[in-house]
């Protein structure tokens, strides 16, 4: 059995300000170093927070904000699907893989994104948020498959599944990807993305940059 887990991000979307950027200064917060928002990613990426525990001090800011599901798809229209999505994930199905998506953004614009094509999709793993009957944030439950975490979920479903790690390749963009090669799986890079790692052949296997439609990754996923 193949499969091909994806990023988000960057991976399947046009680079751009990182989600939750875009929802803090969205709601009015600074983003800037110094700022709260810094303070506490810096905290998460130490683990001096557990990813838990970073989602409640977030979820706390954005209900003093109001964030609401409907102010969060608003924002979600702001991202784009890479042009060549279709066809990309249209031929890799055709070609027999299961595709996943493991992100570290917001289950609800990563469903919303998707839109019709979500259905070919064998599972999409990702940070969920929590409403009250009115619409309004009550809680994030955060991903355990961000970080680290990506490489857990994909030995996790190899096993699950009895796939060979060499039938399994992921294709991500940034730092929170670089773990993924311990699995033994092949990796690809494009559009290099806060990543200190980048050219690391150990770590990313093969690399695209300036990616602009994602037919391009299929000349490297041709097995």
Request: hydrophobic residues 40%.
């Amino acid at each position: 059995m193949k499969a091909i887990f994806f990023d988000f991000d960057g991976t399947l979307t046009y680079t751009s300000l990182n989600f939750w950027k875009k929802v803090w200064a969205t709601l009015g917060y600074d983003i800037k170093d110094g700022s709260y928002y810094k303070q506490l990613f810096n905290s998460a990426m130490a683990g001096e927070l557990t990813h838990q525990e970073w989602s409640d001090k977030i979820c706390e800011k954005f209900i003093e904000a109001g964030l609401t599901r409907e102010m969060l798809l608003d924002i979600a229209n702001t991202i784009d699907l890479m042009d060549g999505f279709a066809e990309t994930i249209f031929t890799l199905k055709q070609r027999g893989y299961k595709l996943y998506i493991v992100s570290g953004n917001i289950l609800d614009v990563i469903e919303h994104n998707l839109g019709k094509y979500k259905r070919l999709f064998d599972g999409v793993y990702a940070n969920e948020f929590k409403y009250t009957a009115t619409g309004k944030l009550k809680k994030i439950v955060g991903t355990k498959y961000d970080n680290k975490g990506k490489a857990d979920l994909i030995n996790l479903l190899a096993e699950q599944y009895k796939m060979d790690k060499k039938d399994i390749w992921f294709v991500g963009n940034g730092g929170n990807d670089e773990w993924v090669y311990t699995t033994g799986c092949k990796t690809l890079l494009i559009n290099p993305f806060d990543t200190q790692k980048h050219e690391d052949n150990t770590v990313w296997h093969k690399q695209l940059k300036g990616v602009t439609n994602l037919t391009a990754i299929l000349d490297v996923i041709n097995d």
